[in-house]
């Protein structure tokens, strides 16, 4: 089984601080995502990465950034934390960018103060 | 630009009956239908997919149908029992794209 892990379950951050979201996966995937789960809005991409170093906004990148140094890792970057990003955060990871299975993380529930 | 569209948002079913959840999608190039369970407090988890070369799939208790011309699937639980409750996403994925669109989720109750 694929497993991807995210470094922290819950986090509170002060608005204005940097923050860092960690993932890692375990099945030599290329592709790596970002989505920020709200209620009633669903799952949306905020980056995804297909490659080492390669990235790609998704459709809500304001805000955020993205490094993938290496395969199994992929990192999501608040620059400067604001109250609009308390969220559920989800990493994912597949085999295909689409129409394969995509597998998830436990997710970061982020609260900004 | 591409959406996918999911109802109802919520459905409250007894323990024993059917449940169907509806979705739409907008990009005709779309041709992977994959269906994710959460459970509370749990990572979205695949329970069925199907794809455009399909008209209807099914595992058990949950099947899903697919009507492309009309451009809309839905998933079918039936006997639904206390531990079918959670949030269920549907989305819809093209060939040669590289984003795959969630529908926003419904949340499925099952009263036992």
């Known amino acids: 089984d694929v497993k991807v892990t995210q470094s922290s379950r819950y986090l509170v951050k002060r608005t204005g601080e940097k923050v860092f979201l960690e993932c890692v996966q375990d099945m030599d995937h290329e592709n790596m995502f970002w989505y920020r789960q709200d209620p009633g809005l669903g799952l949306r991409l905020i980056y995804f990465s297909y490659d080492v170093k390669m990235k790609e906004k998704g459709d809500i990148p304001e805000g955020y950034s993205v490094s993938r140094e290496k395969k199994e890792r992929f990192s999501l970057i608040l620059e400067s934390a604001s109250t609009n990003q308390t969220s559920m955060y989800l990493c994912a990871c597949c085999r295909n960018l689409v129409d394969t299975e995509a597998f998830f993380g436990q997710g970061t529930r982020l609260t900004v103060v | 630009g591409e959406n996918v569209e999911q109802h109802p948002s919520t459905l409250s079913v007894q323990e024993g009956d059917s449940a169907v959840i509806k979705c739409t999608y907008s990009?005709?190039?779309?041709?992977?239908f994959p269906w994710y369970k959460q459970e509370l407090g749990k990572r979205p988890q695949l329970i069925i997919d199907i794809r455009s070369n399909v008209g209807e799939k099914k595992d058990q208790r949950i099947a899903v149908t697919l009507n492309k011309t009309a451009k809309h699937f839905s998933l079918h639980i039936t006997e639904t029992q206390p531990e079918d409750s959670a949030v269920y996403f549907c989305?819809?994925?093209?060939?040669?794209?590289?984003?795959?669109?969630f529908g926003a989720g419904t949340r499925l109750f099952v009263k036992a």
């Open positions: 989305a819809a994925s093209p060939t040669g794209g590289f984003k795959t669109i």
């Open positions: 990009d005709s190039a779309s041709n992977y």
